[in-house]
């Protein structure tokens, strides 16, 4: 059986670790050449390591929220891929604080990083992928940006904005052949969840007992791994999902039903 992606090229943010490096890995596996971005090229280059030689996998150390270092980025990652068929968005971060908390540059930071950059970078695959004639652009949103959450309100309005941005381009290019959505995790098992556990310290939470309480919410009574979040990257990714446009996709062990 040939792989699901042989032949094809993606560019992946926030790829060095966690969902990202998970998605990387899945797609290596099924014949893609990735081009690695996050923030550090230490952990950029272990993780290239991992993965393959340079004719498969190619980094760049780059903060997607430096407008001008995004731009350079995506140029780059067009010279060496030739022909950009995928792109995964899934480079964010987490900031959580109740609702008052949250100080102007804290939420500018946020949304600058969840919103702006994958905005500006859909809007740069988008044009290249109109000349292709087609290919797949695979956001990584959140369950957080389908339901409120208390003391996350600007995680989720990024969520939410992300979710929306989804949907109107997938609207706008599916008629070009270039399928849009996102994947909608719930809790996964990566470095993020340390940032709920020091938010909830601030409050007096112990971080061993939160955990325990979320897993008791969660009905398969675990969290998600980040290889089932690039099972379902992957099969986006490839032509198996040709028919999919503008879906939210969730995955929360059924934490998060509908």
């Not at 760049?60 to 968005?89: K, S």
Request: aromatic letters at 6%; a negative charge; hydrophobic letters at 45%.
């Amino acid at each position: 059986m040939s792989r699901r992606l042989e032949g094809l090229s993606a560019l992946i943010t926030g790829a060095s670790r966690g969902i990202g490096f998970a998605i990387a890995r899945e797609f290596v596996e099924q014949g893609a050449r990735v081009f690695l971005v996050a923030r550090d090229q230490a952990r950029l280059e272990q993780a290239a390591a991992q993965l393959g030689d340079s004719a498969v996998v190619g980094t760049y150390a780059c903060d997607v929220g430096d407008a001008i270092a995004l731009e350079e980025m995506f140029r780059a990652a067009e010279e060496w891929a030739g022909d950009l068929d995928v792109l995964v968005n899934n480079a964010g971060i987490h900031l959580g604080k109740p609702f008052t908390d949250y100080r102007l540059d804290e939420f500018d930071r946020v949304m600058n990083i969840n919103v702006r950059s994958v905005f500006r970078l859909m809007q740069l695959a988008i044009v290249h992928m109109r000349q292709l004639q087609g290919g797949k652009i695979v956001n990584v949103s959140s369950t957080a940006g389908r339901f409120e959450s208390a003391n996350q309100a600007v995680y989720n309005a990024s969520k939410h904005a992300l979710n929306g941005l989804t949907l109107c381009a997938a609207l706008e290019n599916a008629p070009y052949g270039i399928n849009i959505n996102a994947i909608c995790p719930g809790m996964v098992n990566t470095d993020m969840w340390d940032s709920f556990v020091k938010e909830a310290a601030t409050r007096g939470v112990n971080g061993d007992m939160l955990r325990k309480g979320v897993e008791a919410r969660i009905p398969i009574g675990r969290f998600i791994e980040p290889e089932e979040v690039a099972h379902i990257a992957v099969w986006l990714a490839s032509h198996e999902a040709d028919g999919m446009a503008g879906q939210l996709i969730t995955i929360s062990g059924g934490m998060r039903m509908g």
